[in-house]
Nanobody, 134 residues
Framework: HVQLVESGGDSVQAGGSLRLSCAASGYTVSRYCMGWFRQAPGKEREGVAV????????????VKGRFTISKLNALNNNSKATLYLQMNILEADDTAMYYC????????????????????????WGQGTQVTVS
């Protein structure tokens, strides 16, 4: 059972930066996909950025050039990793609850083929961390 715990959310002024973290554990496969999604009040959950186990990445157009997704695998432990989202030049429209997600390796090619980061591709979710930009 995959467990995901996010942290790093905060209230910042427009133009500022934040780095979100997600501690992932409990998976038993070496090929997978992880990502960051966000959901603002009254809006659907949307994909922000995803990364494959091999390091391939994909970003939503709205965050390209401002956000960077990365992943650090735990030493000597293939079932743990930390996912990051470095967010720069934050805008009011970035205000949302941010969620970490974990899915099978098939998620990345599906996203790349369709150009859509669908939450349906991901099976496990964290509880979320709030980002507020004013």
């Amino acid at each position: 059972h995959v467990q995901l715990v996010e942290s790093g959310g905060d209230s910042v002024q427009a133009g500022g930066s934040l780095r979100l973290s997600c501690a992932a554990s409990g998976y038993t496969v070496s090929r997978y996909c992880m990502g960051w999604f966000r959901q603002a009040p009254g809006k659907e959950r949307e994909g922000v950025a995803v990364i494959s186990a091999g390091g391939a990445t994909s970003y939503a157009d709205s965050v390209k050039g401002r956000f960077t997704i990365s992943k650090l695998n735990a030493l000597n432990n293939n079932s743990k990793a930390t996912l990051y989202l470095q967010m720069n030049i934050l805008e009011a429209d970035d205000t949302a609850m941010y969620y970490c997600a974990w899915g099978p390796s098939s998620a990345m090619p599906a996203i790349q083929a369709r150009g859509i980061m669908s939450p349906a591709y991901f099976a496990f979710w964290g509880q979320g961390t709030q980002v507020t930009v004013s």
